[in-house]
């Protein structure tokens, strides 16, 4: 597994001509160097690796680019994720199943449709957690740190380590 964290206009780079949304438009524009390399990397991933998928979340400015190939060398080849991020991902796998089971369960939503909007609107004036953009922007970037590589870079160009894992392990890791 090769996965990366990169800015959204260097993962699936715009054709020539197209302009980029103000939302995801980079600060500085890039060099048609930059736009150069970027396509030859998105092209290269997309029709030579064997297993290749971009995940965006709605309002992040990166897209995890997650592209694979296979080998017949086991040399290396681990478990993957490990036994203590396996157990990390049941816990909250099931800390989430819980919370959504108490919700349902209980009717909170039914019994109590608007408290917890007029909680914070009469206690916490213009809370910023009631905007859904920011909910959902914060939602996008705690999932995008759960995923590896588990820092965001700098952009195209570092270097990130390659995971050497069986098959299933790489389409079934998360």
């Known amino acids: ?27 500085q524009r890039l060099t048609s160097t930059e736009i150069a390399k970027a396509q030859a990397d998105f092209e290269k991933r997309a029709s030579e690796d064997y297993y290749a998928e971009w995940f965006w979340f709605p309002y992040s400015d990166y897209v995890w680019v997650n ?13 993957y994720p490990n036994s203590f ?12 199943q819980v919370l959504q089971n108490t919700a349902a369960l209980t009717r909170t939503q039914q019994i109590f449709p ?28 705690a999932a995008m740190l759960n995923l590896p590589p588990y820092e965001i870079p700098l952009g195209l160009g570092n270097s990130y380590e390659t995971i050497r894992t069986w098959v299933p392990d790489a389409l079934h890791f998360q």
Do not use: H
Request: glycine share 4%; with cysteine.
């Open 85 to 96: 991020d396996k157990v990390l991902q049941l816990a909250g796998t099931l800390l989430t």
């Open 67 to 79: 592209t694979w190939e296979t080998t017949n060398d086991p040399t290396g080849v681990e478990d």
């Open 1 to 27: 597994m090769k996965p990366r964290k990169l800015r959204v206009y260097e993962a699936i780079p715009p054709p020539p001509g197209y302009i980029i949304p103000l939302a995801l438009r980079p600060k």
């Open 114 to 141: 608007l408290t917890r909007t007029t909680l914070l609107c009469n206690y916490f004036p213009n809370p910023f957690w009631l905007s859904l953009r920011k909910l959902i922007s914060s939602i996008a970037k």
